[in-house]
């Protein structure tokens, strides 16, 4: 595809893109905080979240805090590309946009299926319009919200699996979550299979394609291709 073309198509994605986070924006049920998202990156790479913390929310940014720095200390380790790089070509999506709330024990409070589904047309027409080869669902309720998947996530986390995301077949990585209170991926057999997982992103094409560092005076390309 020509460079002006593939540019064109570039600008249309990011303003379709746009639309939709403003349409999050003006999305606000009752007892959530604000809305939360990423940049409308042009990427073939959908990484999706389970909902933002209240640290998020404060910062007005997804992964902003503890469980961010752990997940972005594994995408590096594993592809070499560092935190602004992965944000700058990899596009963040979330189960639920905004912050849930506490439960009374203190901990961050898990969204119920009715809340989880109020934000599932956002992820639609975001899958729709990116068509994305690759899908990172990170946490157990994003990867049941890929995959339909409702048992133990060790069944799934090191694999790469085939399916359709509203409709688009894609490739379907799934990972932990990274919350500094979770010792899943500490212990095995967690630990074995996030290092399987990670292998796996870092082998796939979209991945290299989108994360690989360019050599010094070599010339850069857009973050899609067709």
């Known amino acids: 595809m020509a460079v002006g073309r593939r540019g064109r198509d570039e600008e249309r994605i990011v303003a379709a893109l746009a639309e939709v986070q403003r349409d999050l924006g003006a999305f606000r049920p009752a007892g959530f905080g604000p809305p939360v998202h990423g940049p409308p990156v042009p990427s073939r790479i959908f990484l999706i979240g389970q909902a933002p913390g209240p640290h998020e929310a404060r910062l007005g940014r997804p992964f902003a805090y503890t469980a961010g720095k752990t997940l972005f200390r594994w995408l590096e380790g594993a592809t070499g590309a560092d935190e602004e790089m992965v944000r700058s070509r990899v596009y963040i999506s979330a189960v639920v946009r905004c912050f849930p709330g506490k439960t009374r024990g203190g901990g961050d409070r ?99 394609r989108a994360l690989r560092r360019r050599r010094p005076g070599e010339a850069g390309e857009g973050v899609r291709r067709a």
């Open 110 to 208: 898990v969204p119920t299926p009715a809340e989880c589904a109020l934000w599932r047309d956002f992820v639609r027409r975001e899958v729709e319009i990116l068509s994305p080869r690759l899908v990172i669902p990170v946490g157990r309720l994003a990867i049941a919200e890929v995959l339909g998947h409702t048992e133990p996530i060790a069944a799934v986390v090191g694999k790469k699996l085939r399916a359709r995301v509203h409709g688009v077949p894609v490739d379907v990585i799934p990972l932990p979550h990274p919350s500094g209170a979770s010792t899943w991926f500490k212990t095995e057999p967690g630990r074995t299979l996030l290092e399987r997982a990670l292998a796996r992103l870092a082998a796939h094409p979209e991945v290299r």
